[in-house]
C-alpha cells in the first residue's frame, strides 16, 4: 500500500491543516518510507518468539496495606508556614 498525495490532502483537511505543496510531498515521503519500513519489519521471521506487550518483566512493587501510628499533629505542624486551630491554614482558592 502506497500513500498518495490525495491521502495526505485529505488527512490535513480532516486534521484542519493546512499544508503547502511543498509540505505535501514531504509527507508523502515520509509517511512511504514509514510503510516500507513496517514491509521490511513484518518480513523478519517471529516464529517462536512470545509476544510480550513490555520489554521488560514488570512486577507490582507496592507494599502491604498496615496500619501504622500516624505523625503527631504538633510535628506535622511544626513546619506549616501558617496554622490555625491544630489544622493547616492555606490561602482560600475557591469562592463559596
Not at 515521503?29 to 521490511?40: C, F, S
Not at 509476544?51 to 498496615?66: C, F, I, Q, S, Y
Amino acid at each position: 500500500m502506497k500513500i498518495t498525495r490525495e491521502d495526505v490532502e485529505n488527512v490535513a483537511l480532516l486534521s484542519r491543516l493546512e499544508l503547502n505543496e511543498a509540505d505535501v510531498a514531504k509527507f508523502t515521503g515520509q509517511l512511504n518510507a514509514i510503510l516500507d519500513y513496517v514491509d521490511m519489519l513484518n518480513m523478519v521471521d517471529t516464529s517462536g518468539v512470545e509476544p510480550t506487550a513490555h520489554v521488560l518483566p514488570l512486577k507490582n512493587v507496592m507494599r502491604a496495606d498496615e496500619a501504622k501510628t500516624s505523625l503527631p499533629r504538633e510535628l506535622a505542624l511544626s513546619n506549616a508556614p501558617q496554622q490555625e486551630d491544630g489544622y493547616f491554614k492555606v490561602p482560600k482558592i475557591m469562592e463559596g
